[in-house]
């Protein structure tokens, strides 16, 4: 009897283990790629250039993902308009946009980062048709490996977190749309 419920016991253990995993790493790098947007929009708010914004979201981003403030952010490739960042996980930029793709590795996680600015969303309350170059966006990937994954086939699962903000005079500092 005790072994007929021991696997359904272990079963559920490993379920919430992988469950508990995902939430607090989401959560984790949801606040880093909320952060990383924030410092992008603070270089575009003062003044900054748009490759100089992205560099900064990238590397504000991955370090806090990582929790390693030494981890060296590497950029890829620069796409104008609606493409692909290659990489182990796939990551489609947005549209009107300049996207800048990054890869981050520290202690074996790899991060896979796109950061855009110009930005442009059409669910914003001020999108317009064109990029808005004080918009940073900012997703962040990773595969999760999961406990429970390799019973039925699905070892690990790629999670991205996205955050866009926005610096502007009249707000007097960046402000975090989604």
């Not at 990582?66 to 692909?84: E, F, I, K, W």
């Not at 202690?107 to 048709?129: E, F, K, M």
Request: overall charge positive; aromatic content about 4%; some cysteine.
């Amino acid at each position: 009897m005790v072994g007929l419920l021991l696997v359904p016991l272990v079963a559920i253990s490993a379920f919430a283990v992988d469950l508990g995993a995902d939430r607090s790493w989401r959560r984790q790098s949801q606040n880093s790629t909320d952060s990383g947007a924030l410092a992008g929009a603070i270089v575009v708010g003062s003044g900054g250039g748009a490759s100089t914004a992205r560099g900064e979201a990238a590397e504000v981003a991955a370090r806090n993902i990582l929790r390693d403030q030494s981890a060296t952010v590497t950029a890829g490739s620069t796409y104008t308009g609606a493409s692909t960042c290659a990489g182990a996980i796939p990551i489609v930029t947005p549209s009107l946009s300049t996207t800048t793709c990054y890869t981050s590795t520290s202690g074996g996680t790899t991060v896979y980062l796109a950061v855009a600015n110009p930005y442009n969303h059409n669910l914003l309350p001020t999108a317009n048709s064109l990029a808005d170059d004080k918009l940073v966006w900012v997703r962040a990937c990773k595969r999760q490996d999961h406990a429970l994954g390799g019973v039925i086939g699905q070892r690990s699962l790629n999670m991205c977190t996205d955050s866009v903000a926005r610096n502007t005079v009249a707000q007097q500092g960046p402000t975090i749309y989604a």
